[in-house]
């Protein structure tokens, strides 16, 4: 899923595949196709450890009309550049043991600068962390199905299998007609209707996905997926007060997840509640993985600065430099460790 997302909270006119042309094992981590734009987006894949992968797997982003693929290098990063403003699913199948996870987000377009003043579009760089689980719940390759789901047709269980089959090699049109006639066979088959939610955000359909999605919570409460994504859907419609119960029913039926809390930081950001922000963001950090994801370091460096903690805001923001030294905003970034030590140099807290 991660889901993602933004989530940060993301169009394309061609079918591209392909990396970079160089050495999968450890050197292909940077696609640079891209999708018309000047955007970038990057991540990490983590093991449900919380440790880094170490063997290369190939990431796949796909958006209307388009599908870029990459692998990642040994330490689990991969790159897309040159993006333009839309909604993305970003996809990795890291073999047999683990989930295909899908992250869903948003890469914003630029308000028109004022009447008469000449503005160049300023660039972006979406960090999307990956956490792979292992395989749990329903398990459709082999139909192997949780008990909950005992009762549900076959038809049911296939024809969802063949949407998601289909969405994995972008037949988006296709994927939604299989995946709504499992729906129809059986009404109550949650996952059907969480998978449906998931290609709708890939759509930008995001209003149809937010009522899926809602669908799939009464037949089954304990879904993460439907409670993740419904809350990062109503986030990107900036719908806050919706989006917060549902990414904290999420952060409570996964505890160890890193998404929940990050994206509740952003809901926060987004309510300036700097206070609440904090503590999810916090939260996030402590997470396993989560101290190895730049944007969490940024948003609290962000936070820290405007509640006039200069300590904690040089550290999380030299610590964002580490994990992303070729960010867009680099140089930015640099200039305010720069002007904070300059400011209270005197006070002799570096």
């Given at each position: 899923m991660r889901s993602a997302i933004l989530f940060a909270v993301v169009s394309a006119v061609a079918v591209l595949f392909g990396s970079s042309g160089q050495d999968v094992y450890g050197q292909s981590r940077t696609n640079q196709s891209g999708t018309g734009g000047f955007n970038e987006v990057r991540g990490k894949v983590y093991l449900p450890s919380g440790q880094s992968l170490d063997a290369p797997v190939e990431v796949?982003?796909?958006?209307?009309?388009?599908?870029?693929?990459?692998?990642?290098d040994r330490g689990g990063s991969f790159v897309f550049q040159n993006m333009s403003p839309g909604t993305y699913a970003l996809i990795v199948n890291a073999g047999e043991q683990f989930e295909i996870t899908r992250e869903y987000f948003t890469i914003d377009t630029d308000l028109p600068p004022p009447r008469g003043i000449a503005s160049r579009p300023s660039p972006k760089v979406v960090t999307v962390p990956v956490h792979l689980q292992l395989k749990r719940g329903v398990i459709l390759r082999n139909e192997v199905i949780n008990a909950k789901w005992a009762a549900v047709p076959k038809e049911a269980i296939s024809r969802l299998k063949?949407?998601?089959?289909?969405?994995?090699?972008?037949k988006l049109e296709q994927a939604e007609a299989e995946i709504r006639k499992s729906i129809e066979l059986s009404p109550t088959f949650a996952p059907a209707h969480t998978e449906l939610g998931k290609l709708l955000v890939q759509a930008s359909r995001l209003n149809e996905s937010i009522e899926t999605f809602r669908n799939a919570i009464?037949?089954?409460?304990?879904?993460?997926?439907?409670?993740?994504?419904?809350?990062?859907?109503?986030?990107?419609?900036?719908?806050?007060?919706?989006?917060?119960?549902a990414l904290v029913a999420a952060a409570y039926l996964n505890r160890s997840a890193v998404t929940p809390h990050y994206y509740l930081g952003l809901v926060f950001v987004m309510r300036d509640d700097l206070d609440v922000a904090q503590k999810a963001f916090e939260t996030a950090k402590d997470l396993n993985g989560g101290k190895s994801l730049p944007n969490i370091h940024k948003y609290l460096g962000r936070i820290y600065m405007k509640k006039d903690m200069p300590k904690e805001a040089l550290e999380e923001l030299e610590t964002y430099l580490k994990l992303a030294p070729r960010a867009l905003d680099a140089d930015k970034v640099k200039k305010d460790i720069s002007d904070m030590k300059a400011k209270h140099l005197k006070n002799d807290f570096v």
């Open positions: 796949e982003l796909q958006a209307p009309f388009a599908s870029l693929k990459v692998f990642t063949q949407g998601l089959e289909l969405a994995r090699h972008n009464p037949y089954d409460e304990s879904d993460f997926d439907a409670h993740l994504n419904l809350g990062i859907a109503l986030l990107n419609i900036k719908k806050y007060d919706q989006a917060e119960p």
